[in-house]
C-alpha cells in the first residue's frame, strides 16, 4: 500500500478505484485482473506526475457473507477479518497493488458515513416504506426480474435460475424501505446523453441506456429477514441493503461528512473500474444516490468483460476459480500483470488458458523483451567494459529509433492514460522494442566492432547507447505494468536516479532522448524472463 496518499488541499486527486469485493471466499483472477487494471492505471498518472488516490477495499456485509459464515462455524466479523488478513491484504501485496487505501465496509469511518447518507435522503423524502416479493439471488445480493431468470434443468429442473451464479433463486417477501430510483430515469438519461463517456466500452453504454429507457423501479434499500448488515437508523428491525452500503465506499473512504477538505481534493472518481456483471448498479443507482443527495457524478463508469475459462465466467461458484498464485509462482507476478492486460482487450470478455500464457511469455517477454536488455548488456561489457559509451556517430537509423521511441510513447500514454485500452497501450510499447531489435539485427554492432579504426569505434558506441536509451525508456513505459522488472532493467543501465522517486512526467520523459548518461556502469543482472519448466496445465 502507498502510505502517500493525497490527503491535503489543492488541485484535485486523480481518483481511481476498483469495486470493493466480496470475501464469502477467498480472491480468484477475475478479481485480480480488475485490480491490476487499476493498479496500473493509478501508477500511469502518478508517472504524468498527477496527484493519485487509488483505493480498493472489501464488502463484508449482506445474507451472502452471513451464510458464509455460518458454514464455517464462525461469526460474520470473524470470517472476514479472517479472510481479508490472510487473503485478500496479502495477495494485493503479493502483486505490487499500490493503493493508497483499503476501505472494508465494516470500519467505523464507513458504517457512521452511511447511516447517515441514507437518514439525510430518508429525511429530504427520497426513502419511503413498503412492501415486496419477488425472486431474489443472495449470490447477488439483490432482487432479479422475472424475465431475466433462466430455467433450470438436470438437478434444477422446474427452478428458475439465477443467469450470473446459474443457480436457483429463492422467492423473497418483507416490508422494507425504498428509494424512488424512478424518479431518476429521465435524469440519468440525461447525463448518459450529456456525457456519452460516462459508460465504458460503449456496448455497456447502450445496454444501460435500453435499461433505463424500460422504465426503473424504486429500489429496496433495507432488509429485515436478517441481521448482519448497517441498521437502519430510524428502525433497527431492518439493516441497510449491502448495495447501498457497498456502493457508498466511495465517498466515505473520501471522506464524506467527516473531512471535508479530504473530500473536496479527492471525490468524485475519476474512474470507477467494475466487472460488467455490476455494471447497473454503478452506472444506475449509484449516480441516482448521488443527484439524490447533490453530489457530483463519477466521471467515468468503466466495465470489464469476464475472464472465460471452459466457456464459463470464473467464479467460486462455477468451479472455475484459479488462484493468481497458482500463475505467479511459475511465470512471475510481472508476467502475471502483464498478460492479463496484454492478451484482452479490456471491456471485451476474455479467454485464459496456461498454453497460451506460456507462448505468450516465451515469445514477447523472454524472446523479444528479455533477450534484447540481455544483448545489450553483454555488448556493452564486452566491447565498452561495462561503461556506456558516447553516442557521437549518429545517422538515419538512430533518428528512426528516436522517432520510433517519441512514437510509442505518445501512443501509450493516450490509449493507456486516456482511453484505458491498455493492450494497445502495451502493444505500442513492445512494437518499439521489436523495432529495436530489428535495429540491432540490421546494424550488426558484432560486425561494427571488427573495425577498430576511431570511425568504427564511434559507431558501435552511437549503435549501443542507442539501444541502451532505447532500453530506459521501454523501463519507464513499461514500469507501470510491470514493476519489479522495470526497476531491475533500470538499475542495471546505470541511471542516476532511481526509477521509482521519479516523481514528474515519467512517461513524457521516457520518450525524450538522452535519459542515460555516457560513463554510466551497465551491468547484466539476472536475466528478466527466465524460461520456466512447463508444469501440468492449470
Not at 447511516?115 to 425472486?135: A, C, H, T
Request: proline share 5%; hydrophobic share 40%.
Amino acid at each position: 500500500m502507498n502510505p502517500n496518499g493525497p490527503e491535503s488541499a489543492g488541485a484535485k486527486a486523480f481518483y481511481v478505484t476498483t469495486p470493493i469485493y466480496y470475501v464469502n471466499d477467498a480472491p480468484h483472477l477475475g478479481h485480480a485482473y480488475t485490480t491490476v487494471a487499476a493498479d496500473v492505471l493509478a501508477r500511469w498518472h502518478r508517472q504524468r506526475g498527477e496527484r493519485v488516490r487509488f483505493l480498493t477495499g472489501t464488502d463484508e456485509h449482506g445474507q451472502k457473507i452471513m451464510r458464509t459464515a455460518e458454514a464455517n462455524g464462525v461469526t460474520p466479523q470473524e470470517w472476514c477479518d479472517r479472510l481479508v488478513s490472510e487473503a485478500w491484504e496479502p495477495l494485493w501485496e503479493h502483486l505490487d497493488i499500490s493503493n493508497d487505501d483499503f476501505i472494508r465496509t465494516t470500519q467505523k469511518r464507513h458504517t457512521d458515513r452511511v447511516r447517515e447518507f441514507v437518514q439525510d435522503l430518508y429525511d429530504k423524502g427520497e426513502i419511503y416504506k413498503g412492501g415486496y416479493e419477488g425472486p431474489y439471488c443472495v449470490g447477488c445480493e439483490e432482487y432479479k426480474l422475472p424475465g431475466e431468470l433462466l430455467d433450470g434443468e438436470g438437478e434444477y429442473a422446474g427452478q428458475k435460475l439465477c443467469p450470473v451464479h446459474k443457480r436457483p433463486v429463492e422467492t423473497l417477501s418483507e416490508e422494507n424501505y425504498f428509494f424512488k430510483l424512478s424518479e431518476y430515469g429521465d435524469r440519468l438519461l440525461a447525463h448518459y446523453e450529456a456525457e456519452p463517456g460516462f459508460i465504458q466500452p460503449e456496448s455497456a453504454r447502450n445496454e444501460v441506456v435500453n435499461f433505463v429507457r424500460q422504465g426503473l423501479q424504486d429500489l429496496s434499500i433495507s432488509r429485515s429477514t436478517f441481521d448482519w448488515g448497517i441498521p437502519i437508523p430510524w428502525d433497527s428491525k431492518h439493516v441497510i441493503y449491502v448495495w447501498v452500503d457497498a456502493l457508498l465506499n466511495y465517498a466515505t473512504a473520501a471522506g464524506y461528512n467527516e473531512n471535508p477538505e479530504k473530500f473536496e481534493a479527492t471525490f468524485p472518481a475519476d474512474v470507477h473500474l467494475v466487472g460488467k456483471d455490476i455494471l447497473r448498479f454503478h452506472a444506475v443507482i449509484w449516480p441516482a444516490m448521488l443527484m439524490a443527495q447533490g453530489l457530483p457524478l463519477p466521471r467515468k463508469v468503466a466495465a470489464n468483460g469476464w475472464l472465460m475459462v471452459g466457456g464459463e465466467k470464473m467464479s467460486k461458484s462455477n468451479l472455475t476459480g484459479i488462484k493468481p498464485q497458482d500463475l505467479t509462482s511459475h511465470f512471475g507476478v510481472d508476467a502475471y500483470r502483464w498478460y492479463f492486460l496484454r492478451a484482452i482487450s479490456f471491456g471485451q470478455d476474455g479467454s485464459f488458458s496456461w498454453e497460451d500464457l506460456s507462448a505468450r511469455y516465451t515469445s514477447e517477454l523472454a524472446n523479444d523483451y528479455g533477450n534484447l536488455a540481455s544483448r545489450v548488456a553483454a555488448m556493452v561489457g564486452k566491447y565498452f567494459g561495462g561503461i556506456l559509451p558516447e553516442a557521437t556517430a549518429d545517422g538515419e537509423a538512430e533518428r528512426a529509433v528516436r522517432d520510433g521511441l517519441a512514437k510509442a510513447a505518445a501512443e501509450a500514454d493516450r490509449r493507456i492514460g486516456d482511453e484505458l485500452d491498455f493492450q494497445g497501450g502495451i502493444l505500442a510499447v513492445f512494437e518499439f522494442i521489436k523495432q529495436v531489435n530489428g535495429y540491432l539485427t540490421e546494424q550488426e554492432p558484432w560486425k561494427v566492432a571488427k573495425d577498430e579504426s576511431d570511425e568504427g569505434r564511434a559507431r558501435l558506441a552511437t549503435i549501443l547507447y542507442t539501444a541502451a536509451e532505447s532500453l530506459r525508456a521501454v523501463a519507464v513505459l513499461l514500469h507501470p505494468v510491470m514493476p519489479e522488472t522495470s526497476r531491475k532493467l533500470w538499475d542495471s543501465l546505470g541511471a542516476e536516479a532511481s526509477l521509482g522517486a521519479l516523481a514528474d512526467q515519467k512517461v513524457q520523459r521516457a520518450g525524450a532522448w538522452g535519459g542515460l548518461q555516457a560513463g554510466a556502469k551497465v551491468t547484466k543482472g539476472a536475466v528478466l524472463f527466465p524460461r520456466p519448466e512447463e508444469p501440468a496445465a492449470v
